[in-house]
Each structure stands twice: as structure tokens, then as C-alpha cells.
Nanobody, 116 residues
């Protein structure tokens, strides 16, 4: 299973950006999907997760600003990021649990830079 993330870029503070990540697996074979991020010179941290049923959970730092969603038929997860702050600057990684292999997979990451 391969995860391909896209949508990163440079955005000014207060701006918005949407990330997407697609898993190359058979439809409906992915259960939980999540986003993590790694700020410069810091450890990777949890951002948000969503179950196949649509239940979501967010880190306190992004609650109310970020929205995670998914398209199960396409094995794709999205992260809508609003009111971005410089401290949101990080490489964002998607993560997915594959039901058939019972393994977690990681994407390669996409860089988000929030700066004026």
C-alpha cells in the first residue's frame, strides 16, 4: 500500500490550505486514516484522525481550525486547514491502517509553510 499526499505549499498567516492523501489499495480496505506533522527540528506529532465511519479526533492545537474528512470509495483523506499560523509550519504526513495486511502505512509527507 502506498500513500500519496499532495496540497502543501506556502501560505500567509490566516490563510487556508487543503491537503489530500490517497492510498493505493482496494476500495474500502482502509480503516482509520490520520494526519501527523513534523515541525522543523521537532518530533512528529498527531494532528487528526478519522475512522471509516466518519468519527474524528483532533489535537488541541488544531481543534476548530482544521477539518479532516475522507472518501472511502477512493481511499482518500483530506485535511482542510483554516486560520493557519506560523506554528503550523511542518511536513504533514498521512497515515492509514490497511485491513487486509493489518498494518499501518505512511505517506512521504508534504511541506506546509505558513509565512508572510
Amino acid at each position: 500500500v502506498q500513500l500519496q499526499a499532495s496540497g502543501g505549499g506556502l501560505v500567509p498567516p490566516g490563510g487556508s490550505l487543503t491537503l489530500s492523501c490517497t492510498a493505493s489499495a482496494s476500495a474500502f480496505s482502509i480503516s482509520n486514516m490520520a494526519w501527523y506533522r513534523q515541525p522543523p527540528e521537532k518530533a512528529r506529532e498527531f494532528v487528526a484522525t478519522i475512522t471509516s465511519g466518519g468519527n474524528t479526533n483532533y489535537a488541541d492545537s488544531v481543534e476548530g481550525r482544521f477539518t479532516i474528512s475522507r472518501d472511502n470509495a477512493k481511499n482518500t483523506v483530506y485535511l482542510q486547514m483554516n486560520s493557519l499560523k506560523p506554528e503550523d509550519t511542518a511536513v504533514y504526513y498521512c497515515n492509514a491502517y490497511h485491513r487486509i495486511t493489518m498494518r499501518y502505512f505512511w505517506g512521504k509527507g508534504t511541506l506546509v509553510t505558513v509565512s508572510s
